[in-house]
C-alpha cells in the first residue's frame, strides 16, 4: 500500500517568515494529494489539494508544489500568521476506488509571534 | 449546513468492554470513512462505505473491530473486548462520490477513547 513520509515533525517560525513542509509517497499510481490542517481538539480540515497533472497550486498565503518523478510534494505558507499554528498532515490517494487516504505522521507547525 | 457529527466526544472505558462510537455523515455524501489517530501519529484508515456496495475492511486491525452503515447515512463503529492499545481518537469522514471527480473528505470532530 501506499507509504507517506512528512518532515520535519515539528517547525517553529518567526511571524511573517514562511514555512515549508516536504512530504514523500511511495506509490507512484497515486494521483491525488490534499493537505489538512489540525487545531488543537478538532477534526483535520482540507487547506489545500493537488491532482498528478499540475505541478503547482496556490490560494492566498498557502502553495503546493508536486513533482511526480521525484515522489514528493510540499507545502508552502508564506507571511505566517499566529493562527497558521497548528498540525498539518499531508495525504495521497488514488482518484478511483475507494480513494482512502494515506496520511503523513504530521507536522506541528508554531508561529512565534 | 451541518457538517460531519460524531458521538461521543468523549468515551472511557475498562479494558475488555465493547464501545459504539456513532457518526452522522454530511447529508447526501454517499461515501464514509473511519480513520484512527493514536497519539503523536498521522491518521490510519480503518474502513470504507461507498452507497450500497460491501465496505472495504481492509484497514480494521482485528476482529474485534467491526462497523455498520444503516440506511446508508449514520455510522456505527464498535470495538469488542476493548484493549488499552485501542486508545486514539476515531475519526469520521464524508465525501460525495463522484467517479469523474476528486472528492475532498469533510472530517468530523474525533471521538476520544481512552480504554483503563
Known amino acids: 500500500g501506499e507509504n507517506v513520509e512528512q518532515h520535519p515533525s515539528t517547525l517553529s517560525v518567526q511571524e511573517g517568515d514562511s514555512a515549508v513542509i516536504k512530504c514523500t509517497y511511495s506509490?507512484?499510481?497515486?494521483?491525488?494529494f490534499p493537505w489538512y490542517k489540525q487545531e488543537l481538539g478538532k477534526g483535520p480540515q482540507l487547506i489545500i489539494d493537488?491532482?498528478?497533472?499540475?505541478g503547482e497550486k496556490k490560494d492566498q498565503r498557502i502553495a503546493v508544489t508536486l513533482n511526480k518523478t521525484a515522489k514528493h510534494f510540499s507545502l508552502h505558507i508564506t507571511e505566517t500568521q499566529p493562527e497558521d499554528s497548528a498540525v498539518y498532515f499531508c495525504?495521497?490517494?488514488?482518484?478511483?476506488?475507494?480513494?482512502?487516504?494515506?496520511f503523513g505522521k504530521g507536522n506541528q507547525v508554531v508561529v512565534i509571534p | 449546513g451541518a457538517g460531519v457529527s460524531q458521538s461521543p466526544s468523549n468515551k472511557v472505558t475498562e479494558k475488555g468492554k465493547d464501545v459504539e462510537l456513532r457518526c452522522d455523515p454530511i447529508?447526501?455524501?454517499?461515501?464514509l470513512y473511519w480513520y484512527r489517530q493514536s497519539l503523536g501519529q498521522g491518521l490510519e484508515f480503518l474502513i470504507y462505505?461507498?452507497?450500497?456496495?460491501?465496505?472495504?475492511k481492509s484497514g480494521l486491525p482485528s476482529d474485534r473491530f467491526s462497523a455498520e452503515r444503516t440506511g446508508g447515512s449514520v455510522s456505527t463503529l464498535t470495538i469488542q473486548r476493548t484493549q488499552q492499545e485501542d486508545s486514539a481518537v476515531y475519526f469520521c469522514?464524508?465525501?460525495?462520490?463522484?467517479?469523474?471527480?476528486?472528492?475532498?473528505?469533510?472530517f468530523g470532530p474525533g471521538t476520544r477513547l481512552t480504554v483503563l
Open positions: 506509490d507512484s499510481a497515486s494521483n491525488y
Open positions: 493537488i491532482r498528478s497533472n499540475v
Open positions: 469522514a464524508s465525501s460525495f462520490s463522484l467517479r469523474s471527480s476528486y472528492n475532498e473528505q469533510f
Open positions: 462505505f461507498q452507497g450500497n456496495s460491501a465496505p472495504d
Open positions: 447529508s447526501g455524501h454517499t461515501a
Open positions: 495525504a495521497a490517494s488514488l482518484r478511483y476506488g475507494n480513494n482512502r487516504l494515506a
